[in-house]
């Protein structure tokens, strides 16, 4: 009876939240097989896994204009401060900091602030390239929704760099569209770089040029375990606790007719929505889903739907 009794608890706790139950996908990336999936195309809040589409749009920007994120120097908005939460850098508005320190915090400690800050600077970037002036974090989550639409993100709207629901700012998207936007942005050097970080140094100028420096934990728990290499994690009431993971096996090499050798990566992305132990269930995942993996190429490598079957994540840029 007890048991009962917690489960409706945490049933009627989840309606309550705006939340729909778990949901998860585990994908190939590199062949885009589902492996396994649940409530997966059902929209939802993600939190701050919405912070991988902003990490890879400054990584796709740095890369566009040939831009050092770590000379690029940005500057804290005041509209930064306005949203609230947690600070852990301490940051005021006109602190400066590098772009790449400003990414470290967003993507491993999860900051909301130097989402923004990022989002600013390279929004602003992107209206003075286009001859156009405005808000610069508008600008940017136009720059999340486009890539969006160029990589198949049907059922995902950003609607702020950071993923906190606030009034007339609340996202969605999909354990399959995460999946999606995981791939894309796992394929980027730069970016996979930080996310498998488990912690970095970073250092904050404020408006005086007193520098004060702070050490960056990655919130994924899983990183430094065999073979993890990122992504994200993400915590909201509406969403419940959420996790992007990226696993690295040692890729398939064959020998071609020519003499060549033919080298095939392989890495799972697993994607858990709405689980208070996300991170035991996203490790839980790993074995079933290369066992399933293995399987499918046993066989063949068959395909019946591929719509259902496939994860198609093109390359626009």
């Known amino acids: 009876m007890r048991a009962l009794f917690l489960t409706l608890v945490a049933l009627l706790s989840s309606v309550a939240h705006g939340q729909q139950g778990e ?32 990490g890879t749009i400054a990584v796709d920007w740095a890369d566009a204009t040939g831009a050092d994120i770590s000379a690029v120097i940005a500057t804290v908005p005041p509209s930064a401060l306005a949203i609230g939460g947690p600070n852990p850098l301490s940051l005021q508005a006109g602190d400066r900091l590098r772009l790449r320190d400003a990414l470290y915090s967003a993507l491993l400690g999860s900051d909301n602030i130097a989402a923004m800050t990022v989002a600013n600077h390279v929004g602003q970037e992107i209206l003075r390239a286009r001859g156009r002036e405005g808000d610069g974090v508008a600008a940017f989550v136009n720059e999340m929704n486009e890539l969006g639409k160029a990589i198949g993100l049907s059922k995902t709207r950003f609607a702020n760099p950071h993923g906190l629901e606030l009034p007339k700012q609340k996202g969605y998207s999909t354990a399959a569209d995460v999946a999606k936007l995981s791939i894309y942005a796992m394929r980027k050097p730069g970016f996979t770089f930080i996310v498998r970080q488990k912690d970095r140094q970073v250092t904050v100028t404020g408006a005086d040029g007193a520098k004060r ?76 889903g290369w066992a399933s993996f293995d399987r499918w190429v046993a066989a063949g490598a068959p395909i019946e739907d591929r719509r259902k079957e496939i994860l198609d994540v093109p390359n626009p840029r």
């Open 23 to 54: 949901a998860y996908m585990v994908v190939e990336a590199n062949s885009g097989k589902v492996l396994m999936a649940s409530n997966s195309v059902v929209q939802r809040s993600v939190a701050s896994l919405n912070k991988i589409a902003t």
């Open 213 to 288: 420096s702070f050490n960056v934990r990655n919130t994924n728990e899983l990183i430094g375990e065999p073979n993890i290499l990122g992504v994200k994690t993400g915590t909201t009431a509406a969403a419940g606790p959420c996790v992007s993971v990226s696993v690295e096996r040692d890729p398939l090499v064959r020998d071609k007719p020519d003499g060549e050798k033919a080298v095939t990566p392989r890495r799972l992305i697993i994607v858990v929505l709405n689980n208070p132990d996300r991170f035991n269930r996203a490790r839980g995942f790993i074995s079933p």
